[in-house]
């Protein structure tokens, strides 16, 4: 079965870091491109980062220099590095699998806040 | 940067209706929009990709059309676990989500 899990999040301080993981099972996250999405209490989806199976990587605006991708082979997992946290960083995030050209498998979830 | 705007914001409509909500994109994407459902407190869901293509295992009653900047979502009979948000969403240029569609009950 092809599933998703993340983990890592939860409660920093503003100029905090934290790291996401984004362990898969049933497909191997080199495979096809990632993406980390996240979604701030009550509003829509923001797409983060994302890392081609070739290796490159691509991050929204609002987070480059600041966010970074990437992705263990060895473990099927993929990470996403947060510095300098801001309480507008405050949502849930994803991760996604696109297999098609899409966001076709999504993990849960895991929470991350932002606050003193 | 594509902006991608979805209207309506909300509707409200009965079991049985037929609900059409429209993304249009700030430039031309093609056929690179794909459409997800999302109900409170779970991950987003794959309903359509490439405009109109119906994501394995997504009920028939689901069917999206348009390309280039204007694009449909229809739901041909609206059914009470698709009370939900529905997003669109573009992978033609980096990506973008639109701001999102809310359906509840009449």
């Known amino acids: 079965e092809v599933q998703l899990v993340e983990s890592g999040g939860g409660l920093v301080q503003p100029g905090g870091s934290l790291r996401l993981s984004c362990a898969a099972s049933g497909f191997t996250v080199s495979s096809n491109y990632m993406s980390w999405v996240r979604q701030a209490p009550g509003k829509g989806l923001e797409w983060v980062s994302v890392i081609y199976s070739g290796g490159s990587t691509y991050y929204a605006d609002s987070v480059k220099g600041r966010f970074t991708i990437s992705r263990d082979n060895s473990k099927n997992t993929l990470y996403l590095q947060m510095n300098s946290l801001r309480a507008e960083d405050t949502a849930v995030y994803y991760c996604?699998?696109?297999?098609?050209?899409?966001?076709?498998?999504w993990g849960q979830g895991t929470m991350v806040t932002v606050s003193s | 940067d594509i902006q991608m705007t979805q209207s309506p914001s909300s509707l409200s409509a009965s079991v049985g209706d037929r609900v059409t909500i429209t993304c249009r994109a700030s430039?031309?994407?093609?056929?690179?929009l794909n459409w997800y459902q999302q109900k409170p407190g779970k991950a987003p869901k794959l309903l359509i990709y490439a405009a109109s293509s119906l994501q394995s295992g997504v009920p028939s009653r689901f069917s999206g059309s348009g390309s280039g900047t204007d694009f449909t979502l229809t739901i041909s009979s609206l059914q009470p676990e698709d009370f939900a948000t529905y997003y669109c969403q573009q992978s033609y240029s980096s990506f973008t989500f639109g701001p999102g569609t809310k359906v509840d009950i009449k």
């Open positions: 430039q031309s994407i093609s056929s690179y």
């Open positions: 996604a699998n696109s297999p098609t050209d899409a966001f076709d498998i």
